[in-house]
């Protein structure tokens, strides 16, 4: 979460800010409605069509592969934290 005083600015698990909110409550609430569900979505980067591996702090690890199932390997992308302007959520 970052300060815009006197507002507070959810930030994601991607570390995308959100909409401004008044304060602490609203904050957490805001987080809270997307969860992490999210994640589990189809993104989009660089024109193909992509879902988030891993998460964390330094990384996001994003790959072509529609699954898990072996011999579905496709292409992996290792992205920086926060996610840039490059990843975004595709229409399902």
Known sequence: M???APDLIPVDR???PMPAVADWVAAEERIEEIG????T????YRGR???????D???IVVTTALTDAVG?????????????DDLTEAPD
């Open 2 to 4: 970052t300060s815009a």
């Open 14 to 16: 991607l570390g995308r």
């Open 36 to 39: 992490l569900g999210f994640l």
């Open 41 to 44: 979505g189809a993104f989009g």
């Open 49 to 55: 069509r992509v879902r988030i591996r891993t998460v």
């Open 57 to 59: 702090d330094e990384h």
């Open 72 to 84: 579905d390997l496709g292409e992996e992308y290792v992205l920086p934290f926060p996610a840039g």
